[in-house]
């Protein structure tokens, strides 16, 4: 049966292989191959053969406290530091657990993207993940199409052509220049990163494309430099609705140290000799993500109790939402699954926690300024709007002294106005003057 396939899908073919001649009128006359298949069947994973010496080695690892440590130190073993990354980028190999209830899917594919200076090993990370994950595709700037799915034409036939997400399903796609993909690219991505699924109709064609795939993404700022003082779409151009999407953002900043420390550790580089990796590192991530841990109910209430933690932090009204509870579970499966449990215990939720501390951090506690509206924004949102209403137009300059001495700087109240102009709460009928939209 045909339909018990679907594009992405690796498949072993048995049959005859055989060439057709196509003669058209007025068309030079050419050849299609033709595959007359006896039987077929799936091959989710590249042929991995795990030999009991394997085994023994994995089992072995597992048990060890700061398992997820060594084998981060695995993961692309050329590039120095960057253990935190590298332990995320393993739990991203590893997975989660997709729960289905009902109509309802939660997925298990955790998406990261990394944001920062050039120079810094991004790309080599893409690249070291064909190592690690069984199957992973690297792509750079695609295109909406490249991506998901695209009408192409055979033979004098239009089809359905699968992009990355979909050929690399159950898999990783590994997405480079990130930031260049123009915005509508993007977008055509939403459904794929949270349902798994991606359904095209163009062409008078219709189709629907399984892409269970963790996204691992890369991006340069918008100036080529990362500036940790402005907010992350005004440096690299991404909507806070893709940037939602991703379970763990992590910037890659070139902050020059004292000339002693760059010294010692221009020689690190210089004097490492990396590990010669014999496949074994994928070996365990194909054996550990194959086990489907559970949540008991004293670690569940141990997460529930951190993510409420994670709302009120820095009385801010931060924006941790369902998807960032729904992250915090993943990263602890996944952490189980490296330890090849059957269930989550406190020390996996204690690595989700320092991923997310350290995520949150890099924002100063503030997820909200992912979209440009940090909790101190909002503060001076209110002070704006209050100020307005009452006032109902007013000169910039007389507004920025009022805030002045109301304790309110000039840069984030002219972030602020910004904001609400966006919105259209005020508007600028003449330069140096504003008012409220009626």
Known sequence: RVDQFSAGDRIVCTGILQEKEIKEKGKPTYYRHLLQVFSARREDERKLEITADDEKEIKRLAAMPDVLSILGEKYAPEIIGMNMIKQALILQAVGGVEQIKETTRTRGQIHILLVGDPGLGKSQLLRANKKVAVKSLLVSDASAAGLTAAVTEINGHKVMQAGVLVLANNGIAAIDEFDKMKREDREAIHAAMEQGMIEKSKAGLHAVFHCNTAVLAAANPIHQRFNPNESLTEQIGLGDAILNRFDLIFFLVDRPKDELSERNRALQILSHIPDIDDGFLMKYVSYASKIKPRIPEDIAKIISEFYGKMRKINNSGIAVNNRSLESMIRLSVASSKCRLA???????????????????????????????????????????????????????SELIHDAEKDGYTSEPLLKAIRTMKSTGEIYEPKDGILEVLS
């Open 342 to 396: 059957d269930e989550v215990k406190i020390e996996d939720v204690e690595i989700m926690m320092n991923l997310y501390d350290a995520y949150l951090k890099q924002l100063n506690y503030d997820l909200d300024s992912i979209s440009g509206v940090t909790g101190k924004i909002r503060n001076v949102i209110a002070w704006l709007k209050s100020y307005m209403s009452i006032r109902r137009r007013t000169y910039i």
